[in-house]
C-alpha cells in the first residue's frame, strides 16, 4: 500500500500569513493527489486535485505543487475561514489513501 | 446542483449487519464511479470500497474486504454499501463521495458498533 506520510500534525498562523503543508508518499503517484479541506461538523471538500489543479470554486490563495514524490499545500494570505483539517490523499493505486491530517488554527 | 444523501445508519450490535444508502442527484449518477469513505470520531479519513461506473470494478480496503458490499443501482441514483459482521472499529461518520477524485461529499450517516 501507498502510504502518505503528512505533516505538519497541526500548525497556527496568523491573518495574512502563507503556510505550507506537506505529504510524501511512499512510492511515485504520478501526481495523482488531492487536497481537501474540512471544517468543523462538515465534510472534507475538495480543494486541489491531480496534484496542482484548483477545484471550481476554490479561493485562487489555494495552491498545490510537486517535487518528486513530495507534495504541497500552500495557503497565502490566510483568512479567518481557513481554519480547520486539511488531508491529501493518492488516487494512483487502490488502496487509496489519506495523510493523516493537518490542523490549522488562525491566530 | 450536485446532492448526495447517506442513510441507513444507527447503533447497531457487534456481529450484526446494516446497509448504508446513498442518494445522488443534480448530475447523471451513471456516469461516475462512487466511493464510501469512513471517519472514526475524532480520527482522519479511510477509505473504505469504490465502484466504477457501470460495476465493473470493486475495490475495498482490506479492514473491510470480505464483510462489507458496495453496489449500485443506476436507474434509482443510489449507492449502497452492504455491512456485514459489524465491529466496534467500524464506528465512524461514513461518506459517499464522486468520482476518483472525491469531488462532491455527502454530509455522512453515523454508524455505531456497541453492545
Known amino acids: 500500500d501507498i502510504q502518505m506520510t503528512q505533516s505538519p500534525a497541526s500548525l497556527s498562523a496568523s491573518l495574512g500569513e502563507t503556510v505550507s503543508i506537506e505529504c510524501l508518499a511512499s512510492?511515485?503517484?504520478?501526481?495523482?493527489l488531492a487536497w481537501y479541506q474540512q471544517k468543523p461538523g462538515k465534510s472534507p471538500q475538495l480543494l486541489i486535485y491531480y496534484a496542482s489543479s484548483l477545484q471550481d470554486g476554490v479561493p485562487s490563495r489555494f495552491s498545490g505543487s510537486e517535487s518528486g514524490t513530495q507534495y504541497s499545500l500552500e495557503i497565502n494570505s490566510l483568512q479567518p475561514e481557513d481554519e480547520g483539517d486539511y488531508f491529501c490523499q493518492q488516487s494512483y493505486k487502490f488502496p487509496l489513501t489519506f495523510g493523516s491530517g493537518t490542523k490549522l488554527e488562525i491566530k | 446542483e450536485v446532492q448526495l444523501v447517506e442513510s441507513g445508519g444507527g447503533l447497531v450490535q457487534p456481529g450484526r449487519s446494516l446497509k448504508l444508502s446513498c442518494l445522488a442527484s443534480?448530475?447523471?449518477?451513471?456516469?461516475?464511479?462512487m466511493n464510501w469513505i469512513r471517519q472514526a470520531p475524532g480520527k482522519g479519513l479511510e477509505w473504505v470500497a469504490s465502484?466504477?461506473?457501470?460495476?465493473?470494478?470493486?475495490y475495498y480496503a482490506d479492514t473491510v474486504k470480505g464483510r462489507f458490499t458496495i453496489s449500485r443501482d443506476n436507474a434509482k441514483n443510489t449507492l449502497y454499501l452492504q455491512m456485514t459482521s459489524l465491529r466496534s472499529e467500524d464506528t465512524a461518520l461514513y461518506y459517499c463521495a464522486r468520482d476518483w477524485y472525491f469531488d462532491f461529499w455527502g454530509p455522512g450517516t453515523m454508524v455505531t458498533v456497541s453492545s
Open positions: 465502484i466504477s461506473s457501470s460495476s465493473s470494478y470493486i
Open positions: 512510492e511515485d503517484i504520478y501526481s495523482n
Open positions: 443534480g448530475f447523471t449518477f451513471s456516469n461516475y464511479g
